[in-house]
């Protein structure tokens, strides 16, 4: 365990960005010369005399609490006078809107070994909420306060959570990785791959991490199309088809809404970033995209549908859909074989359960009914078409921040790799030149995951 070994002074990531292994933790969680045991044995007394300390490795990082910071475990045998200390990882949430409140608290509320330390919002019914919410929570009024004022220790805090507008994703994350924090930035990462690319840089010279909260890749519905996939019963995947659609007939004025380019509203992105995601991830690298976005309700808004043909370099293609202006919006996934097909018409549960105020904790949390289990079809050996339901696996959120604590402390793989997210952000770049120019754009080199689809 960390107290009682050498941790080396830099976790590395051996998967290249641009071609050089990615430092993804600094010395927070190791150090080169140095064990780190509590005075006089361990226990409780020993937690709160470890000394503030300067990481030996990387002498420009701030000084650190490590009193503060490492926080005792229970061992196994129930003593709790045990060495074997985990850190806390102390997040700093910027934003209490939709992803804030309902995303990303009640997730890290769940994740034993962090805690959310202080929020930001200028929003007087939100500060009231996170009061509620987080009682223990500093409030900030601003990233600013965060960021300059000299009443906030930012030494107290390790990872920053940039939860607000699309707007704010990249000077926030830059003003965060700047000050030595680790960030994870909701998605849309960037507006475009270009801008995702210098934050990954930025990352790797700070010797910080770079997460993305692609919280749709563990969704019951995506997760159950994976695994049917997995079991070869359908054979090779030759299309696919997936949407995220509603009909939303009353204006909300808000950003997602806006035409103004720098806002970043609009489904292509909003909904393309996890359409793209699980395409990629599913049939693999993209060779061309061909996409139209058109806004329907007004002319003065951004996309509110839109439609993209991704071209694989398998040969297969994927049909993705996102709009706010379809009754109809099934089914979720529709992916063909040579040997048969999936069917799921209902999308995940997740979001509407944190929304009706299920916690991660529940019981029920990320199950679906048994009545909306996948329809699979397929070719027996005689030839003749059979057809089975497949049981939803569960949808399970969270997964996503026990596997960013760990990252932070003991230099594990992301849960969601940066080069993931600057391909799907190609593939987006290329689906909205399509979108104005009415061509197909080729991408070269094709756009893909670093992992290898089903």
């Known amino acids: 365990m960390l107290p009682n070994s050498r941790a080396p002074s830099v ?21 080169q010369d140095l064990s780190v045991r509590p005075p006089g044995g361990g226990g409780r007394q ?32 129930g003593n709790s006078g045990t060495n074997d200390f985990q850190p806390q990882v102390r997040v700093l949430l910027l934003g209490y809107g939709l992803a804030g409140r309902v995303f990303h608290a009640p997730l890290i509320q769940a994740t034993e070994g962090m805690a959310v330390t202080a929020v930001v919002t200028g929003d007087p019914a ?46 926030q994350a830059r003003a965060a990785l700047e000050r030595g924090l680790h960030v994870v930035v909701d998605k849309p990462l960037a507006p475009d791959a270009t801008s995702a690319r210098e934050l990954a840089d930025l990352a790797q010279a700070n010797d910080r991490q770079l997460h993305i909260f692609q919280n749709r890749r563990w969704d019951s519905d995506y997760l159950t199309m994976r695994a049917v996939v997995a079991s070869g019963l359908l054979g090779t995947p030759h299309r696919f088809e997936s949407r995220f ?25 909003d909904f393309g970033a996890h359409l793209v995601d699980q395409a990629l991830a599913l049939l693999g690298p993209v060779a061309s995209v061909t996409a139209v976005a058109r806004s329907v309700r007004a002319a003065d808004i951004a996309n509110d549908d839109a439609q993209m043909l991704l071209t ?45 105020g299920l916690t991660p904790h529940d019981d029920v949390f990320g199950h679906e009914p048994i009545d909306t289990a996948a329809v699979v079809q397929f070719a027996a050996k005689d030839g003749t078409l059979q057809e089975q339901s497949w049981p ?17 402390r003991f230099g594990t793989p992301a849960p969601v790799p940066v080069d993931d997210v600057i391909a799907n952000l ?22 893909g995951h670093r992992t290898t689809p089903n």
């Open 11 to 31: 976790c590395v990531d051996q998967t290249p960005v641009m071609g050089k292994p990615v430092r993804l933790g600094g010395c927070r969680t190791g150090f």
């Open 46 to 77: 020993g937690h709160s005399a470890l000394p503030e300390m300067q990481c030996p490795a990387n002498p420009q990082l701030p000084r650190r609490n490590w009193a503060a910071w490492f926080t005792p475990r229970v061992s196994s045998s």
């Open 126 to 171: 939100r500060r009231a909420q996170v009061q509620a919410d987080l009682p223990a929570a500093r409030l900030l009024a601003s990233p600013d306060e965060a960021w300059d004022s000299d009443e906030f220790d930012l030494t107290e805090i390790d990872l920053a959570i940039v939860a607000g507008a699309n707007i704010t994703h990249v000077p």
């Open 245 to 269: 659609e509603r009909l939303r007939t009353q204006l909300s004025g808000g950003w997602r809404e806006s035409a103004r380019a720098d806002e970043q509203g609009g489904v292509l992105v």
């Open 312 to 356: 694989h370099t398998s040969g297969a293609v994927s049909y993705l859909s996102g709009s706010s202006v379809a009754a109809f919006g099934q089914p979720r996934f529709l992916l063909l074989g040579t040997n048969g097909g999936c069917r799921i018409d209902l999308p995940d549960s997740q979001e509407a359960q944190l929304r009706a």
């Open 392 to 408: 939803r696996a569960q949808g399970d959120w969270r997964t996503y921040y026990p596997a960013v604590r760990d990252a932070i």
């Open 426 to 447: 190609r593939v987006l770049d290329a689906a909205a030149e399509s979108a104005r120019s009415g061509r197909t754009i080729t991408l070269d080199p094709p756009a």
